[in-house]
């Protein structure tokens, strides 16, 4: 996997255009500036946890004597789950019902920036690969750039492209998602059966 296709598939997975419409909600109580600050500070704080998923999750796998085929079809069958929420949306949103207040942490930072799936794939990237992780680390920065600068730009992206195309672009996405998240638990899986096999 290049720095580019793992880039576009956490992007994919941090949904920065589905993302829109619940952290306008979240956030509409608040003045623009507080809204800024409090944007700035979710996305640094999902930033920090998916490096620490990034970083320590070889050991983490290790201590729970998790094998990586077990993380890499977990981690097909939330982002699954996930992608089907997306082309099938509930009515009460991809997370269910928010708190009310100003967001910290939940349900911003964790589980709508850095959720199960995103932690997972940066898990498994990272145990997958070990030598590659400044790599895994630059395509992270660019996702988590990307989903930052949509964010930061939601309310005017939301008064140009309305609900519908955001609606309809997030549905795209998670059609992508969904077919990722199969090669996923298929590679997982064929993984498994190539150990398993006499």
Not at 60 to 86: P, T, Y
Request: glycine share 10%; net charge neutral; proline share 7%.
């Amino acid at each position: 996997m290049t720095i580019a296709s793992a880039a576009l598939l956490l992007f994919l997975i941090l949904d920065p255009l589905g993302n829109i419409p619940i952290f306008l909600s979240l956030l509409r109580s608040l003045p623009p500036r507080r809204q800024r600050i409090v944007l700035a500070r979710e996305l640094l704080i999902a930033l920090a946890v998916l490096m620490m998923f990034l970083w320590g999750g070889k050991y983490a796998l290790e201590l729970m004597h998790l094998r990586q085929e077990s993380v890499s079809i977990a981690g097909g069958i939330v982002l699954f789950l996930i992608g089907i929420r997306m082309i099938f949306p509930r009515p009460e949103g991809l997370m269910g019902e928010l708190p009310d207040g100003e967001p910290f942490i939940v349900p911003m930072a964790i589980p709508l920036v850095a959720g199960p799936s995103g932690m997972a794939a940066v898990m498994l990237m990272g145990s997958d690969d070990p030598t590659r992780l400044g790599d895994w680390s630059i395509a992270l920065l660019i996702a988590w750039g990307a989903t930052a600068a949509i964010l930061f730009s939601a309310t005017l992206l939301y008064k140009l492209l309305g609900g519908r195309a955001l609606s309809a672009i997030e549905r795209l996405m998670g059609m992508l998602l969904v077919a990722i998240s199969v090669q996923m638990f298929l590679d997982g899986l064929g993984t498994y059966l190539q150990i398993a096999a006499p």
